[in-house]
C-alpha cells in the first residue's frame, strides 16, 4: 500500500483524535500497527517519534522491553487547542474587541521571530503591518503562553481595544486574511465528502464496512479537516463574509465522524496499548 501522508502529521492525528482520549500513552508496537493502514513501515515511524521527540511534542518510558510514547505538557496543549477548534460546529461571538500583538526581535535571534510567525499563524492572528499581529478572538492566554515559552517578553507589546479607523472591521479582515481562498478550500472540502458520507453511511447501516475500514476513513477526515487550523484564522461570524462555508463544512465533517466513531473506536482498542503507564 502506498504511504498516506507524511509520517509525523499521521501520529499527530492519532494522538489528537485517539490516543489523547486514553491517558496520551501508547506503545511504539501498537503506534506502528496502526499506521501500516495508512502505508506507513516500522522505520519510518520509529523516525518521525524519534523527530517528536526531540522536538519536545512526546516523551518516551520503557516498561519491561518496550517503549511508550506520551504527550508532554507543550503537546498535549497542542491537541487540546486543536480539538477546540477541530470540534467547534459553528463560528464564536465576538466581543467587539481586537488583539494587537507587537514585536521587535533583534535579528541575532531571528529563529525565535520565524517560529513565533508559525505559532501566531497556527493560533489565527493575521499580519498587519510588519511585526504588527492581530486577531478579534480572546488569545491572551496563547499569547502568555508564547511569550514564556520563547523568552520574549522583553520584545513584545500586547494591547486589545476597538477599531477606531476610517475603515471597516470587515477590511481589516480582509487586509490580513485571504477568506476567498479558505472559502474555495471549504468548498473542494463539501464536494469531496458529501458523496462519501451518504456512501459510508449506508454500507455502515448494511454492514458492509468493517471496524478497520472505519478506523481509516474516520483518521483520513480528521487527518484532511485538520488542515483547516493552518489555514482558517477562525474568526467570529459578525466577520465572516455572507457566503462562508466553513459552518457547512463543519456540519459535513461532525455528521461523518459521527457514523464513523464506534466503529472504528472498536478497532483502534483492539491494537492500542499503553502498558497502564500513568503520566
Not at 501498537?30 to 513501515?41: M, Q, T, V, Y
Not at 459535513?252 to 457514523?259: A, C, K
Amino acid at each position: 500500500m502506498a504511504k498516506l501522508f507524511n509520517t509525523r502529521s499521521m501520529i499527530f492525528t492519532l494522538y489528537g483524535d485517539y490516543v489523547s482520549q486514553y491517558g496520551n500513552v501508547i506503545w511504539i508496537g501498537s503506534l506502528i500497527r496502526l499506521l501500516e493502514e495508512f502505508g506507513h513501515n516500522e522505520q519510518s515511524v520509529r523516525a518521525a517519534i524519534s523527530r517528536m521527540n526531540k522536538q519536545g511534542w512526546v516523551k518516551s518510558q520503557k516498561n519491561g522491553n518496550r517503549s511508550y510514547y506520551f504527550l508532554t505538557e507543550r503537546g498535549k496543549a497542542r491537541m487540546d487547542e486543536a480539538a477546540q477548534r477541530i470540534y467547534q460546529i459553528e463560528a464564536p461571538s465576538w466581543d467587539g474587541q481586537w488583539r494587537l500583538l507587537l514585536y521587535t526581535i533583534p535579528e541575532e535571534k531571528r529563529h525565535l521571530r520565524d517560529e513565533l510567525r508559525q505559532e501566531l499563524v497556527w493560533s489565527g492572528f493575521g499580519l498587519l503591518s510588519n511585526s504588527c499581529w492581530i486577531t478579534p478572538n480572546p488569545l491572551e492566554q496563547q499569547v502568555k503562553d508564547l511569550i514564556k515559552k520563547y523568552d520574549i517578553d522583553a520584545y513584545v507589546n500586547f494591547f486589545h481595544g476597538t477599531y477606531e479607523g476610517t475603515k471597516e472591521n470587515k477590511d481589516l479582515v480582509e487586509q490580513c486574511w485571504d477568506l476567498e481562498a479558505v472559502n474555495e478550500r471549504y468548498s473542494q472540502f463539501i464536494q469531496a465528502y458529501s458523496q462519501k458520507y451518504i456512501i459510508d453511511k449506508s454500507k455502515i447501516e448494511k454492514g458492509e464496512m468493517n471496524d478497520g475500514n472505519c478506523f481509516v476513513q474516520r483518521t483520513l477526515l480528521v487527518h484532511q479537516y485538520r488542515k483547516f487550523l493552518f489555514i482558517d484564522p477562525s474568526l467570529p461570524k459578525e466577520l465572516l463574509p455572507d457566503n462562508w462555508l466553513g459552518d457547512s463544512a463543519a456540519s459535513l465533517f461532525t455528521d461523518y465522524y459521527q457514523i464513523l466513531k464506534e466503529p472504528a473506536t472498536r478497532f483502534f482498542e483492539s491494537v492500542f496499548d499503553s502498558g497502564d503507564i500513568n503520566v
